[in-house]
């Protein structure tokens, strides 16, 4: 099993990649450079989280596509404050989100894989993060490139408490997951830190996350 994978060193994708290599996959790890307010943070989180691997996973493919364009000098994507830690997850969409980062990661990882996995969760309230349209995504490929590449979201019905107590080869203090960040740290006041912290506390599990604020 070859997995080309998103990964951006979140949590949720950490968790993903681990989930991959306790499986005995081979993971490809695709981050995708879209120019936003989080990127230079996240990438290094993101090559940092992969060295935790110790090579249970393949090099980081960095592929570029700059989104900047589909957004307001003023979007808090790009500058500004981001919606903050009580604000509803509906509230922070991102044009064509998942969209753009599957096609992308498909088009690198095209004749190299036969599984595209994302770290999507049942909480993320969005039609492109459900079932129907990583079905009708991966129908595309086929359709398109006569791929039989399947589409997996393998924690949209999954306990993340529980994957965050099951993790064994990843780093979790090393991943990021902010969209306001304070130079390479968690901003602290941000709908994702809030998000971030939540998932340890219900897990039990201590949040090692260095704040802000």
Not at 107 to 119: K, M, P
Not at 123 to 142: G, I, M, S, T
Request: charged residues 25%.
């Amino acid at each position: 099993m070859v997995v080309g994978l998103l990964f951006t060193g979140g949590l949720d994708s950490a968790l993903l990649a681990d989930h991959y290599v306790r499986r005995g996959a081979r993971v490809l790890p695709v981050y995708v450079s879209d120019g936003l307010r989080w990127e230079e943070a996240e990438l290094a989180a993101a090559r940092k989280v992969l060295r935790s691997l110790k090579g249970k996973v393949g090099p980081l493919a960095v592929v570029p596509l700059d989104q900047r364009p589909l957004y307001e000098g003023s979007h808090w994507s790009l500058k500004g404050r981001a919606p903050g830690r009580a604000a509803r997850w509906d509230s922070i969409p991102l044009k064509g989100r998942n969209l753009l980062l599957l096609s992308c990661a498909a088009a690198y990882c095209l004749g190299r894989v036969d599984r595209l996995a994302i770290g999507v969760s049942r909480h993320n309230p969005f039609a492109d993060a459900k079932r129907p349209f990583f079905k009708a995504f991966e129908k595309a490929l086929a359709a398109g490139y006569g791929t039989k590449v399947r589409v997996e979201a393998p924690f949209l019905s999954a306990d993340k408490s529980a994957l965050l107590r099951a993790a064994r080869h990843v780093r979790l203090d090393w991943t990021f997951s902010c969209i306001q960040p304070a130079g390479r740290a968690h901003c602290g006041r941000c709908t994702k830190c809030a998000e971030r912290g939540a998932a340890f506390a219900a897990a039990g599990v201590p949040d090692p996350t260095r704040y802000a604020r």
